[in-house]
């Protein structure tokens, strides 16, 4: 899926600045090795890219408006609220938001969608090309229940497939680690516990001191 992604994104202009500052050959190697036409065959996403997605609690969703301007727009829940829903499609439930429905009016005049998924504690990127669909929930209701996220309050207006083109893991170089409050929690829980363990033992030895303390004042018979 990688060269598939490259030829996606190498449009001609791309090819151009690439030569223009000296990384032409390079990509051009890498291209070489798959050639994108009607013939090509499109593998799905593997057990390492359907795990990264389920622990994903968000992701980044880009569309192209009529007018030619990306829009993008940030996509958050419980974490495996982006379904894998078989290894070429992906689904997720739409709630109720703000209701401009930029992304929704995008998708139906170009369905063409990348998606960028983060981890930034781990410092890895998982790029996805695709073609969306949006369907109302009130017109498939299975689906929408099938991709429901359990105990989470929100009212399903639109239930959104996305067929996976391509997919490619980007370079963790310039990824800033960042951490979730539960991943804050996890890391941090060991060094809670030897703390509370110190504070026990102070306040042990303290108990000690001061009963020591007491006896050798004590009046002799």
């Not at 727009?73 to 070429?88: A, I, N, S, W």
């Not at 929408?144 to 893991?169: K, N, P, S």
Request: a negative charge.
């Amino acid at each position: 899926m990688h060269e598939r992604y490259l030829n996606i994104a190498s449009t001609p202009s791309v090819a151009a600045a690439q030569a223009r500052f000296g990384s032409a050959a390079q990509w051009a190697r890498a291209r070489a090795r798959h050639s994108l036409d009607e013939a090509d065959p499109i593998g799905g996403l593997g057990a390492a890219e359907q795990a990264f997605i389920a622990a994903r609690d968000g992701f980044y969703l880009a569309s192209v408006s009529e007018t030619g301007w990306p829009y993008v727009q940030y996509r958050g829940g419980p974490p495996g609220f982006l379904k894998t829903v078989d290894e070429r499609t992906l689904g997720f439930a739409d709630f109720r938001g703000n209701r401009q429905y930029i992304t929704t009016g995008n998708v139906e005049a170009n369905d063409r969608v990348s998606l960028f998924l983060m981890d930034y504690a781990h410092r890895q990127r998982l790029k996805i090309f695709g073609h969306a669909r949006i369907i109302d929930a009130a017109y498939d209701t299975a689906l929408a229940e099938q991709l429901a996220v359990q105990g989470y309050a929100g009212r399903i207006e639109r239930a959104v497939l996305i067929t996976v083109e391509a997919f490619d893991w980007n370079c963790p170089q310039h990824i800033t680690p960042r951490f979730t409050a539960s991943e804050l929690e996890a890391a941090l829980a060991p060094i809670r516990d030897e703390m509370d363990a110190l504070r026990r033992e102070n306040e042990r030895l303290r108990h000690a001191a001061k009963a020591n303390g007491q006896h050798e004042g004590d009046p002799q018979a």
